[in-house]
C-alpha cells in the first residue's frame, strides 16, 4: 500500500484499524565509478514498499536526500544540513500524526542519516513536550544492511572485500532491481580503509574513485536477489512488532 | 539523463559542458474520491524525465512533498512549512551549485508550491548576498498545466469542468502513465467553486470529497497522453532557451 | 481607525463588536530615476487607510520593507529574506489573534512581497495546526494595482507604456499623495521588458535606471487621484465582503 | 533625508561622501487609557526626522514593532519575538551595508527594545565573523528619554509623577506634534510601582489601566515641545560624532 | 542543594515544597593579561552555590558560555551568537518548567549576557503565548557585581582604578576562590576607556592587553572574601523575596 | 591545561605549536535512586581534565547539558533541543577556530549525545561548505564507556549487571572521583531490559526508578578508580594521535 498510488478514502479506510507506516529515507550521493548516485534511495524504497506489500502496511514517499557531506567532493552528490533533515522529518511525521498514525518504521538506507534521523525523533519529541500535543507517537528506524540474516550474507559473499563504501551488496541490490543500471566494466582493487574521514575534501583525498575499501565489481543481481529478500524478510517481521507495540 | 540513476563519473562528465539541471517538484495532497494522492509528484515527475530524455538535459529527483495545508483536513496529505521547504530547496540548489550547476529549471505539479518557490528563490540571492559568496546561479520554474499548449486542450477537453482541484486534466495524465491507478467509478457533480479557502478545515467542510468543481470522471488515458506530450514539447523549448541563458 | 492612534480601551472596545483589521504592506526600494525609494509603502499605508475610514475597520501600522531582492543593486532598496518576513507577519498576527482579531486583509503594494505572504499564510497554519491553537483566523491580501477599475485605468491612461517597474501608475498616486515628492524632469524611454530577471545584478545591467519598460514621466498627480479613488473603492467593496465571511 | 521619499540616485550621491544612517525603532503597545498605542514609534520616528534634517544625514523607515511582550495584555498592543526583531534588524543592516553604509544610529522609543537591539548588534558580528564578510561595521542607538537634557526636565516637569509607563513626558510630546490626538479627560492617580513584573497578565492585574505610576494626564503640548527639541538638540550632538567616528 | 550532586528522587522531594531555582551563568573570554578566562562562569558558579547553600534553594549547572563578541579578537575567547543562547535558555527553562519548577534566578557574571538574558525571557513569554501553554513563570537575574553592598566596596577598594573590564574586583573574588589562579606578576596602568566598543577588532585595537581601565594587579584575596561575602548576602536576600514571590 | 584557568596570553602562546582542543560533554539527567544527575557531565570533564594534564592539550569548558528527552519523566533532568545543541556546538568550534583551533576532540560522557554530536560535525561542514570559509577543521568525539580497556573492566566487574543505565561502572567512577556522592543504601535488582524506549513516559512506566537493568549498588570507588585510570590512559593515546593528524 503505498501512499502516494492511494486515494484519500483509501488512506481514511485504513485509520478506522491501524496506524503504522513504513517510511523509506535513503540518500543521493556517489557510489564508487559504477554505482548510481540513488542508490541508498532506490534500495530504502523498493526494500520499503515490499515490506509494505507483505504486511499490508502504508508506505510513505521516499526521503531521496540525506546527510552526504562528506561525499560532497563528488559531482551529483546532494546533502541537506541536518537542521533541514530534522524540519523535513518533524513536518512529514507531524502532518501523518495528524491524520492518526502514531507508529512511524523508517527503512534506512544510508549510515549518515542516522544521526539526523535519531536527532529528529528527539527534536519531536521536545517539541510535542514544549507545545503540550496530547498524543503519543513511536518512531524508529532499521538499516536494511544491517538485518541480522543481511549482515551474514554480506560477509559470506564478500568478506573483507565488502568494504564501507559502494558495497558490493548494495550494488548487487541495485542490479538485481535495476537491469538497467549494471556496469560490468571490471575495476581495479579499492584504497583500503584509512580510519575516520574528515570532511569532503580528505575523502577525495584518500579514495579517490569513491569507494572504501570495497570491491563494488563482486556484485551480480542473483546476489543481490538474495540480499534483497533476506532484508525484506527480516524487517517483515519487525514491523510486524512494531506496529502492535 | 536522470540524476539518482547515474554515476558521479557520468555527472562530472556532464558538466564540462553544461550546467544545466530540471528538477521536478510536486505534492502529496488528496485528489478528490478517485485521484491519486501523488498526483503531482509523479506529474512532475515523469514530465520532468521525459524532457530530460528529450533535451539530454540532467534530471535531479523529485521533491514529493511541497505544502499542502489546504488539505490537511483529508487523510494522507502531507505538508511542509514553507520555511522547510525553503531550507530543503536552499540546500538542494547549494549542492549541485556546490558540484558546478548554476541554471535551475522546475517543474511544479502543485499550485500551492508557487509562493515558496518563488520565496526559496529570493532567500537564495539573499543568502549568497550575505555570504560573499562569488557564482552567480539562475532558477526558474514552470508550472506543466500551464504550458500554453497544455491550457488550450484542458479548455478543449473539459471546459467549465476542468475546475480547480482533482481536475479531469491531471488525473488523465496519471491515468496515462499509470494504468494501475485508473478508478472508473462514477462521480457525483462536484461542488462548484465556492470562492478562497481558509484553511483546511474550511477546505472540507466546502468541499467535502476534495473536489473543486472539478469532473474528475471525465478523464481518460487517450486525453492524459496529449496532455503529457503536449506539457512535454512546450517545456522542452523553454529548458532549451533557459540553458543557454 | 489607525491602530496606533488609539488607546488601548478604543481597540478593546472596537473587539466586541468586530474582528477584522487591514494591514498594508510595502516595499522600500528603487522606483528609478524619479520615484521615491518608499514608494510602494506610502501607497499600501494610505490606500488602506483611507479603506479604514471608509468601512470603520481597524488599520494596523505598515509593514514597509518587503522582498526586494532583485533591487539589491540600486542604493536605498532594503529585503528581507523570506523567512525573515515570514516571522514578521506570524508575530504581528499570533498577538492580534491574542487580542481577539480573526479576520486580516493586507494591502499590498508590491508584487514581489506575494510569494511570501502566501507562504507565511500557510506557516500560519501550519504552527497552529502543530501547536495545537485553538481559534481559526481568515487571511487574504490584495494587490492595490490589480483591483479591477485600476487595472482598467492603467491601461486607459499609459497603455503599453505602464511597463513593469517604476510605472506611471504609481508614481502618479505618490503625486497625488505626496506633491513634495514630485520629480518634473523629462526622461529617456526606458529599457523595454527583455524576460525573467535573475539577480539584482542582472536587474541593474538589464534596466540601469530602475524602470522596467515604464514611462514614468507620464504620471501626474490627478491621474493619480483616479487611481487612488478607484483603488480605495474596490477594496472598500471586498474588505465589506472579508470581515463578514 | 527619509530614505523613503528619495530616489535611488540621490541615496547614491550621499554614499560618495557620507556612509551614516539614523534608523527609528519603536513600539506598537498600550500607553494607558489615553495614550496612543503607537506612541514609541511615533516619537522615535518624529525625532530622527528632525535630527535628519538638522544633521543632513539619511534616516530610514521606521522599525514600529518592538517586544512588548508585557503589554500583551491590552488590546492593541503589537510584539515581535526577539529572535524575529534580530531577524528583522540584521536584514536590514545588511540591506544597507551592501550599499555602504557603515554607521547605524538607532533611535529608540522604547525601552523594552534595548536588550534586543543590543542582542542584534552582538548576532550581526557574529554573523560577519562566521561568515568572512570583509568589512566592518558600526552600530550604536540611543532612548531619545534618556538623553541628558531630556532627563532632566522630565524631573523638572514631573518628578515622581513621571512614572514608567505611559509617562506625561512621551504623552506630552505626541501632544505637541499631533495635537489630533490630545485626550483630555481627567484620570485618576495610577497605581504606584510594584516592583518587577512577570509577564503579560501579572502586569495587567498590577496596573488595570496600564500607567505604571505615571500621571499621563500631566502632559501638555508645550512641555511637549521643549522635550522634542531638547531631545533632537542632543541626539544632534552625539549623531554628528558618531558618524565621523 | 547543587542539582547536579542530587538524585532524582531528592529533586522529586524538594519540589513538594519549593518551585525556584538558582541559575548561574558567566563568559568564557579573556580577562586581560593576569585574569582567568573563566572569571565570570566560576564567580556567577561559585556565588551561586553559596547563595543555594544558604537559603536552602536548588541550584542548577552553570552556563559558562555568553555573549562575549567584543572580545573575540583575544584566544581563548569564546561568544555564541545571541539567538543560540536564547535557545539555550529556553531550553533549560523549560525543562526545569515540565518538573516544576516556577521560579528561576539568575545569577550573572558578565555584562555581555544582560540583554540576551532579556531577550530570553522575552522569547519564552512569547512562546508561551503562542503555543497557549498554561503555567506561568517568573524569571529575574543579577549581576553579582551590582548588588548594593558590592558596589560600595568596588569604590572604597580601588575607586577610578576599578576600570570597565578586567577589573580589581573581579580578579580578587578569583584569587579568593581560586589561590592557584594568583598572578602576582605587576602590570603596567591600563588603557583608560576610549568610548564605546566597535566590534572586536576595535577592542583590540584601543585595549591591547585586554584591560579597560583596570588596574587588575590591585586585586587581594582579602578583598575578593570581602566582596563574595557581600555579594553572596545580598543575593541570598533577594532570593528569599523572589522565590515566595 | 584547562581553558577557564588560563590566561589570554597563555592561550595565544598554545596556538603557536599546536591548534588542538578536548571538549568534554555530558549531560544532566536522572541516574537512578542513587546516582547523581551530574554524573555524565562530571566523569566526561574530569576525564578530560585528566588526559588534558597528561597529554598537554588545552581542554574547554564542559557542555553540561545534552539530549535526554527520554528521562524527562524524573525531575532534575534537563534536556535540550538537538537543535539548540547543534547550535551551541557550532559556535563553540566556530569561536575557537577563529583563534585558530583546528582539531576537535570531544570526551562524551552520554550516550543520548552521540546522534547530535555527529549532527552538529555535518552542519558545522556544510555550513562551512556554503559559506565559503578557507580553513578546514577536524572533529571527532569518543564516548569514555567504550574505550578498549574500559568495555573488558565493565564486562569483568559487573557482567549483565552492568545494565544500561545508571550502570554501576558510571557510579563508581562519581564515587571515586566524589567521595561526598556515595550513597550507600541497598538497593532492588533493577527492572530488565524491556526493549526500545518510545518517550520520557514510557520510560518511567517501564524503569520506574530510572535505572535499566543495572545494578547500581555494585559501585564502588576503588573499582571507579581503575575505570577512571583506564579510561584515561586509552583516551590519552587517542588524542595523540588525532591531534598529530
Not at 523498493?46 to 526521503?63: H, N
Not at 519531536?124 to 503540550?132: C, L, M, N, V
Request: charged share 20%; hydrophobic share 40%.
Amino acid at each position: 500500500m503505498f501512499l502516494s498510488d492511494l486515494t484519500w478514502p483509501a488512506v481514511e479506510a485504513y485509520l478506522q484499524h491501524k496506524d503504522g507506516i513504513i517510511i523509506p529515507i535513503g540518500s543521493t550521493e556517489q557510489h564508487g565509478p559504477t554505482g548510481a548516485i540513488g542508490t541508498d534511495a532506490m534500495l530504502a524504497e523498493m526494500i520499503a514498499r515490499q515490506v509494505g506489500d507483505l504486511t499490508q502496511a502504508m508506505v510513505g514517499p521516499v526521503l531521496s536526500i540525506g546527510i552526504a557531506e562528506h561525499h560532497m567532493a563528488f559531482p551529483g552528490t546532494l546533502s541537506l544540513r541536518p537542521t533541514t533533515l530534522i524540519a523535513l522529518i518533524t513536518d512529514y511525521i507531524a502532518s501523518l500524526a495528524h491524520h492518526g498514525f502514531r507508529h512511524f518504521y523508517f527503512v534506512n538506507g544510508h549510515g549518515g542519516n542516522i544521526a539526523t534521523l535519531r536527532a529528529a525523533f528527539s527534536e519531536i519529541q521536545s517539541k510535542q513536550r514544549q507545545s503540550a500535543v496530547d498524543y503519543h507517537i513511536c518512531c524508529t528506524f532499521i538499516n536494511w544492511y544491517d538485518v541480522e540474516g543481511v549482515v551474514a550474507l554480506r560477509r559470506k559473499y564478500y568478506g573483507e572485500r565488502e568494504g564501507r563504501h559502494a558495497t558490493p551488496s548494495e550494488i548487487a541490490v541495485v542490479q538485481y532491481l535495476r537491469s538497467d543500471l549494471i556496469h560490468s566494466e571490471p575495476l581495479p582493487p579499492p584504497v583500503p580503509y584509512q580510519g575516520e574521514i574528515q570532511g569532503a575534501k580528505d575523502f577525495r583525498e584518500k579514495y579517490p574513485d569513491g569507494r572504501i575499501a570495497a570491491y563494488s565489481s563482486m556484485a551480480n543481481p542473483e546476489q543481490g536477489k538474495v540480499l534483497f529478500d533476506t532484508a525484506v524478510k527480516g524487517i517483515v517481521k519487525q514491523v510486524n512488532q512494531f506496529f502492535v507495540g
